[in-house]
């Protein structure tokens, strides 16, 4: 089990009884592995190296004067997009099929290898975008509860539609010039496959193994474990819970958990999915008032695989939505994986708690609308 005990001790399987920590040894002063059990592995957590000055790469902030709408921009109402279809006069969201697929539904199969060094296999799949919103100069945090809320039906919706056909849906979305966005208008991709990538293969087992050996699924135990130590929470309501898990790699990265056992985003209720709405808009609030910026990031959904796992037994996943922020130390200073990371191991610069206290003492009303209201 994984509860509080009668003496208030909390044991859970995942981290064992509470932690004790030498009197010697600081987190934030000392290097130190920590275990990521949803990958598998370790990362090299080193906080003092937020001492050292900088003198890299300094970033451009990203472009705060954007057009609430541009004719040209092929992702606007009533816009041409590149394969001549021109865009409806949409009102809410919008989901249309990638111009520049990287999965086809078609694609031939790549025949047998020669060799055991030089194998591939068949890729299919589909490629959509989904406008959250009309208006350009918007993004999620500043999008009213309501408006969010249409955006996780529609996500809902778009999963159950591809998932009764291929096994894996990934609904993404990378905000932000610094994360490879080509066009600021708020939107996400959709990559459905006839295959289940690298990431979803890896949770798959390690959730797999851990309901087998504990009895109880990974990251249900994890936000249990986390609601009750709260060092690492940034946000929470009834439904759901928001923590920098403790095996974070990237500077600010989130994870975003239900509080019961929920296998899939459709399978959501309606009272959570207006939660979620909820604690979204808070976290990206925060996320944005931290460098005073619109925040880049890469986020995704993880859920049990679908396809013909729909008819299998997938209780060993839990729904959770990942958030990967690449900045450190300011609004033009960003984590780069490179050398180290690379070659040995993920690596980071300070811990988990300390990122954790930093975002959940920002305030969760966004700083554009804090500077109008004060300008009024």
Not at 199 to 218: C, F, I, K, N, S
Not at 296 to 313: F, I, K, Q, V
Request: net charge negative; aromatic share 10%; glycine share 4%.
């Amino acid at each position: 089990t994984s509860l509080v005990d009668r003496t208030g001790t909390f044991s859970s399987p995942l981290c064992g009884s509470m932690e004790l920590i030498p009197s010697d040894f600081h987190p934030s002063e000392h290097q130190h592995l920590r275990y990521n059990p949803l990958r598998d592995d370790w990362l090299l957590v080193s906080a003092h190296r937020m001492k050292r000055p900088w003198q890299g790469q300094i970033e451009t902030p990203p472009e705060e004067n954007i057009p609430r709408h541009d004719p040209s921009n092929p992702l606007c109402p009533g816009a041409h997009r590149a394969g001549g279809e021109v865009n409806p006069a949409y009102e809410g969201t919008f989901l249309f099929h990638n111009d520049f697929p990287a999965l086809q539904p078609d694609a031939p199969e790549p025949g047998s290898s020669d060799h055991p060094l030089l194998q591939s296999k068949s890729a299919r799949g589909i490629c959509q975008v989904m406008c959250f919103h009309p208006w350009s100069d918007i993004s999620l945090p500043l999008m009213s509860e309501p408006q969010l809320r249409d955006v996780i039906d529609k996500w809902a919706e778009i999963i159950t539609d591809l998932g009764a056909t291929y096994p894996w849906v990934q609904i993404f979305e990378n905000k932000g010039a610094m994360m490879g966005c080509s066009n600021p208008h708020p939107h996400c991709q959709i990559w459905a496959s006839n295959f289940l990538p690298n990431e979803a293969e890896t949770e798959d087992r390690t959730q797999r193994r851990y309901l087998q050996e504990h009895g109880v699924p990974m990251l249900l135990d994890y936000c249990r474990l986390e609601g009750a130590r709260k060092e690492r929470v940034v946000v929470a309501n009834e439904h759901w819970l928001v923590v920098v898990p403790y095996w974070a790699v990237w500077p600010f990265q989130t994870l975003l958990l239900p509080r019961r056992h929920v296998i899939r985003l459709q399978d959501l209720s309606s009272e959570e999915r207006d939660s979620l709405a909820s604690i979204m808009k808070r976290l990206l609030c925060k996320y944005d008032n931290l460098f005073e910026i619109s925040f880049p990031y890469s986020m995704g959904w993880h859920g049990a695989p679908t396809g013909h796992y729909l008819s299998e037994d997938c209780t060993h996943w839990q729904l959770h939505a990942h958030y990967y922020p690449p900045l450190l130390r300011s609004a033009t200073v960003r984590k780069f994986m490179v050398g180290y990371e690379m070659l040995a191991q993920a690596q980071r610069d300070l811990t988990a708690e300390q990122a954790a206290e930093r975002l959940r003492n920002l305030p969760e009303e966004h700083y554009k609308l804090r500077a109008t209201r004060v300008q009024d």
